[in-house]
């Protein structure tokens, strides 16, 4: 399973990967730092899940998940962020998000991420 984890903090990334291999060993695993790494990665490996943060130079997690969703409607993108506000979780979840996760994700959240989508 191909899975895309996108946060322009590496510390970031790499936790979260460290919890999803708990539980998806062989899932292969890419990275981007941005909104615009995102979306070339998304267009070229076509992962099947994308952990996506939303406050990012360059390009910004909401107009990343925009663009994703354009190239494909069914994509299952997770939106992990530390801005909780409502609106913002409204926001993305309308822009075609499948959830938004407060950071950090532990064991316990990402069993639960996992658990809503569909493999």
């Known amino acids: 399973m191909k899975v895309l984890v996108v946060d322009d903090s590496k510390l970031a ?15 292969e695993i890419f990275e981007g730092e941005n909104g615009a790494v995102a979306v070339e990665l998304f267009k070229s490996e076509r992962p099947r899940v994308v952990f996506l943060d939303l406050t990012m130079p360059v390009m910004d997690g909401y107009e990343a998940l925009k663009i994703i969703m354009e190239i494909d409607p069914k994509a299952q993108v997770v939106v992990v962020s530390a801005d909780i506000q409502t609106q913002a979780q409204e926001f ?12 950090p994700i532990n064991s316990e959240k990402m069993l639960a991420v996992l658990q809503q989508l569909v493999f």
């Open 13 to 27: 990334r790499l936790s979260l990967i460290k919890v999803l291999k708990e539980f998806e060993p062989s899932a």
């Open 92 to 103: 993305v979840l309308q822009l075609g998000a499948k959830m938004m996760v407060p950071k």
